[in-house]
């Protein structure tokens, strides 16, 4: 028996399908690259833009064909499609498909093919009944080994609804794990040969906050710093109104926690931030950033911006500009604002910035920060840093400094998973490359 499983969308939707694997492996399933061999097929989707929608329903189309061919086969159409309010417009639109399961759950999928069994593995004892062991909770057996960096969900979920965002309707309000879930898992990744882990949440820093007298993300990250096995955390992504000192106190002090920060500001515009719902100022933003690089100097800092969202002038746009050109960030991840049925935004406003406008205004952020990135990376020239090798890419060893700063090397040695001392011989601002350092890093 085979599987195949289509993944679309963000770091959570990769974890969610490690997931599905990891479970279709332990009822005997093995992977398969090509479609036309599956027994099972899985659609893992995201919708937090149309154009992810639309690749979504194309990819779904595609497999009807393999449905009338082999009747037996299983469909299942999972994730941020589905979302958590049912299925009933989708199944009348798609009949062949045969399992519908909101995001992050496996459970309607394997409860099908065990016929009932097993109804959810939401549950962390079902969970663990179901695979038997703790070492086995994680990743899939054929990624077991080789997977360097993994991913794990903290916070389902999302409870701040921005004006844009579709998210909290498709994947509902927050839900924490409990921290001893969190920690058996990074042990469990640990023992499968993981060394570095990125905590996940739609809003990373809210974790805990539905559990009364929970613990935080800030402790969250010194209890995992004390995983053995594990040597480095990153986390994603932040929100700028629930991001607390005792976090960046946490990356300051922690050696496993590694210094760079991914908080959205979205907009450099206060009208249009509160027409977002981001609650915060640029300048309550520009003030964070100051904190973070008063306290952790060598510390990198990425970024999200919309532009042309509802009613956003060139004035508005501007001041986005100059904040981005101000700040100088290591990473802006840039999109162009889209209407997304169910939003607060596409209810209530009048999306008016033209398709050109938008295009205009993401390529002139694009320019500056191509500028502002390539001028941060070439300090690194001649410089050491510590590189954590993840794979041979063409022939080349890629990885990943402590800033997230992507790292490219040749050498015929076998660097996965290896931390090394690298000398930085070229920059660009997307990318660096180097050579081995003569000295070995020494670790402790």
């Known amino acids: 028996m085979k599987y195949h499983i289509w993944t679309e969308g963000c770091q959570m939707n990769v974890a969610d399908s490690q ?8 009822l005997g399933y093995q992977l398969t690259q ?28 595609s497999f009807r064909p393999l449905k009338q061919k082999n009747p037996n086969l299983i469909i299942n159409l999972m994730g941020c499609l589905v979302g958590v309010r049912g299925h009933e417009k989708l199944k009348a639109r798609f009949p062949y498909v045969d399992v519908f399961s909101p995001p992050s759950d496996p459970g309607p999928l394997i409860s099908h093919l065990t016929q009932g069994e097993i ?22 057996l054929h990624e077991q080994g080789k997977l360097v960096s993994a991913h794990i969900p903290v916070v389902y979920g999302c409870s701040h609804a921005c004006t844009f965002c579709i998210i909290p309707y498709k994947r509902g309000v927050e839900r924490s794990r409990p921290v001893g879930d969190i920690l058996a898992e990074a042990r469990a990744l640990a023992k499968q040969g993981v060394k570095e882990i990125t905590l996940l949440g739609q809003i990373v820093d809210r974790y805990g906050k539905d559990i ?4 935080n993300l800030a402790v969250l990250l010194r209890l995992l710093n004390e995983v053995e096995g594990i040597q480095r955390i990153r986390f994603l992504t932040s929100h700028p109104n629930y991001f607390g000192e005792d976090i960046i106190e946490a990356v300051a002090e922690l050696p496993k926690v590694m210094p760079h920060f991914e908080i959205p500001i979205q907009a450099g515009d206060d009208e ?23 306290r952790i100097p060598q510390a990198s800092i990425a970024t999200d911006i919309i532009v042309g969202f509802p009613g956003e002038t060139e004035a508005q746009f501007m001041q986005t500009w100059q904040t981005l050109a101000d700040l100088k960030l290591d990473v802006a991840h840039l999109a162009r604002y889209s209407v997304r049925e169910g939003t607060v935004a596409t209810r209530r406003m009048v999306d008016n910035v033209s398709d050109e406008e938008k295009m205009r205004r993401f390529r002139m952020l694009e320019e500056l920060q191509e500028q502002v990135v390539g001028e941060i990376n070439a300090r690194y020239q001649g410089e050491q840093v510590q590189v954590l090798f993840e794979e041979q890419v063409k022939g080349r060893w890629r990885g990943r400094t402590p800033t997230n700063k992507l790292v490219f090397l040749e050498s015929e040695q076998d660097l996965r998973g290896q931390i090394l001392p690298v000398t930085i011989t070229w920059t660009g601002p997307w990318s660096m490359q180097g050579s081995l350092a003569k000295q070995p890093l020494r670790l402790g």
């Open 119 to 140: 109804r959810s593995l939401e549950d962390a004892e079902t969970t663990r009944r179901f695979l038997a062991m703790d070492e086995e909770l994680t990743l899939p």
């Open 212 to 215: 009364p007298d929970g613990p």
């Open 34 to 61: 090509q479609p036309a061999e599956a027994d099972v097929l899985v659609l893992n989707t995201c919708v937090v833009r149309q154009s992810a929608e639309d690749k979504a329903y194309g990819r779904l189309s």
């Open 272 to 294: 249009v931030l509160e027409n977002m719902k981001r609650g915060y100022t640029q300048a309550q933003f520009r003030t964070l950033v100051g904190k973070i690089r008063a």
């Open 19 to 26: 997931r599905v694997a990891s479970a279709l492996e332990h």
